[in-house]
């Protein structure tokens, strides 16, 4: 295994991380059951579970994207973000 491709593993499990993390704050859940709705996007959609929750961590933090995975991280987790961000969460 490579440097490269060892650095990328941590990066992927940090955003992993991040995105249960912005569930548990938007949801109000235990970790396990975030952990479980991201499982649940990346079967619905095929995306890997790195690319979906760097996806989501991308969307909370305002951050626009043109990619097919900010669309499912979009159509998955959008509207419970704009309900937050309205709320002042």
Known sequence: MSYRSVRDDDTSRTKID????????LRGCPPEEAFAELVKVVHRTGIGIGSIARALVDLAGGRSGTSGNYAEAFNAWGELLAKAHRAGV
């Open 18 to 25: 991040v995105a249960v993390g912005i569930l548990v704050g």
